[in-house]
């Protein structure tokens, strides 16, 4: 998995603090960067990208050539 760009982040419900990623795929990828203190999923690791696939932050431009 390689990663094109930041998307930004965003607290999940669990507490842990994640980014938002593009990878070249063309998928978004959520990427643990801070683990909640009273997360419960264990798969949910400090640098880790999360099992769930990431909602695409929605583009105001979308360009159909
Ligand atoms: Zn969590």
Do not use: N, W
């Not at 930004?8 to 978004?28: K, N, P």
């Not at 999360?50 to 105001?60: E, G, L």
Request: charged share 30%; net charge positive.
């Amino acid at each position: 998995m390689r990663i094109l760009r930041g998307l930004g982040s965003r607290l999940l419900a669990c507490g842990c603090f994640v980014g938002v990623y593009e990878t070249y795929s063309g998928e978004t990828v959520e990427i643990v960067e801070e683990r909640g203190p009273r997360c419960t999923d264990l798969s949910h690791e400090d640098g880790r990208a999360t099992r769930k696939p990431a909602q695409p932050p929605r583009r105001s431009e979308q360009h159909v050539a």
